[in-house]
């Protein structure tokens, strides 16, 4: 690996560290994956080689579980696939995705063994695991296991398989379709697994679903994730990475990374507390404090409803919620309060949805107007929001705006995805429309003027008749 060695970090054991200087977009490293598989749940919707979503699929005839875009997908992943095609079959209904993924990890031990080489660092049974953490789901995984596995004749102590499927807990790096919209998979990449938490990381990680439908072989790519630097990072500093989002206060952040990796939070942000007063802050105004809590109280009450309307699809009712809170929220909450944001992001997305385009954007932009001032100027989720905000001004018909949200969005996804990801691709080709049409707008604007001066001139030249 040329960018990136392994070091002692510490109180937080091993960690990744930059080898020369890199700048904002810089691909630290690549890793295809030492295996991963499709969610249960999205079996039958996502590709299990590129994990794309798609509407048409093909089924694997034999297992009937797998599904692939074409035969090119499926030939790709047929050598991952094959025993564990055999294994479903043989106990008909496919295991969950911990077992699955635990599955794939021990065929490939057999067949690479599991030593540290130049491209990956750390054997893949070498990685953390904090077993003892874990609960009563460990036992279940690992009998379901026993049942499904087989190679020849090898066998395995209970604690070993343990042991691998607890790796997998700890270090299973969730997935997402090629439009980065929803989590779909799990996988195991062990060099990131070596990049340690920051809440406010000096890298991102991204997943490339790859392109294997190119007609020209030679430009197939393959499926895996990238590490990217969101910034200048000196040689010898630490490559971070955040294990969760970070517009939660920095308490839930501490605690939710307790509850599901094991480890006490040090970072900066969190000792500090920083940002924790814009996410609960109080609007301009100085409503009292009672004011507040009370509106604070009735918005968390209200996104629950929200939630579960959402999960329904009812659309109509996340609308009609999310303006009730936001109506209460105004002159009682900042633009930067959680509370609101969250407020805004449903009514953004809801109202895209049923297609109320000019409502929807006026959200959309108070939206980024906070996360502006809370994400790194870099993250992702802050050039997804914009890229939102610039989609629905767009089918707001407010092509100005829309082209610089589009515009700026595109700026920050080069760095977190690379010119060569889904997304961005997209984005580019929305760039160009919208530029094509914002000059078709503007044309006519000019052309709205000259007429308009010429109407003024006729108009004068009528007056002087009166
Ligand atoms: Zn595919
Ligand atoms: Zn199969
Ligand atoms: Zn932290």
């Known amino acids: 690996m040329e960018n990136a060695q392994l070091f002692d970090a510490g109180d937080k054991g091993r960690g990744l560290r930059a080898t020369k200087e890199l700048s904002a977009g810089d691909v630290v490293f690549a890793e295809p994956g030492y295996a991963a598989v499709v969610y249960n749940s999205m079996a039958a919707n996502v590709c299990h080689n590129c994990f794309r979503r798609q509407s048409k699929l093909h089924r694997c005839a034999q297992c009937r579980f797998a599904h692939y875009c074409d035969r090119t997908c499926q030939t790709a992943c047929w050598e991952e696939h094959k025993l564990e095609c055999a294994a479903i079959r ?21 067949k690479d063994t599991p030593i540290a080489t130049d491209t990956q660092l750390v054997a893949v049974d070498k990685l953390e695991d904090h077993v003892a953490d874990l609960g009563e789901q460990l036992k279940a995984d690992v009998s379901s296991f026993f049942k499904y596995w087989s190679y020849f004749s090898k066998q395995h102590s209970a604690e070993y398989i343990a042991h691998i499927l607890a790796i997998i807990k700890c270090n ?24 340690n938490h920051d809440c406010w990381p000096n890298c991102t990680v991204i997943l490339n679903n790859g392109n294997q439908s190119a007609l020209n072989s030679a430009l197939h790519s393959k499926r895996r994730i990238e590490l990217r630097a969101l910034g200048t990072i000196s040689e010898g500093q630490e490559l971070t990475v955040s294990y969760v989002d970070f517009l939660n206060l920095s308490a839930d952040r501490q605690k939710k990374l307790k509850d599901v990796h094991f480890f006490d939070c040090t970072c900066e942000h969190c000792t500090q507390h920083i940002k924790d007063d814009l996410m609960t802050a109080a609007a301009e105004v100085k409503p009292s404090a009672d004011k507040v809590k009370e509106v604070s109280v009735l918005s968390k009450e209200n996104l629950e409803k929200i939630v579960v309307a959402r999960n329904q699809g009812n659309f109509h009712e996340v609308a009609q919620l999310c303006s009730e809170t936001l109506e209460k929220q105004e002159n009682v909450l900042a633009n930067t309060n959680l509370l609101k944001l969250r407020a805004l992001s449903m009514a953004s997305e809801a109202l ?23 994400y ?11 890229m939102k905000a610039g989609v629905t001004h767009w089918h707001a018909g407010q092509i100005e705006q829309g082209h610089s949200f589009i515009c700026k969005a595109y700026s920050i996804l080069m760095i977190t995805h690379g010119p060569n ?25 000019n052309e709205f003027h000259t007429m308009r001066q010429e109407v003024l001139k006729d108009d004068s030249k009528a007056d002087k008749m009166i």
């Not at 043989?90 to 057999?110: S, Y």
């Not at 409502?359 to 959309?364: K, L, P, R, S």
Request: net charge positive.
């Open 421 to 445: 990801h889904a997304v961005t691709r997209d984005l580019e080709t929305m760039r160009a429309q919208t530029e094509i049409e914002l000059k078709m707008f503007k044309q006519k604007e």
């Open 376 to 386: 790194h100027p870099n993250s992702a989720p802050l050039g997804l929001a914009i």
């Open 352 to 374: 895209s949805y049923l297609r109320v385009y000019s409502e929807a954007a006026n959200y959309a932009r108070m939206l980024v107007e906070g996360y502006s001032q809370l």
């Open 90 to 110: 043989k106990i008909v209904m496919a295991p969950n995705e911990q077992v699955r993924l635990a599955g794939r990890v021990m065929w490939r031990i057999h």
């Open 172 to 195: 299973g790096f969730a997935l997402s379709d090629q439009r980065g919209q929803q989590t779909v998979g799990v996988g195991l990449f062990p060099n990131l697994c070596l990049v």
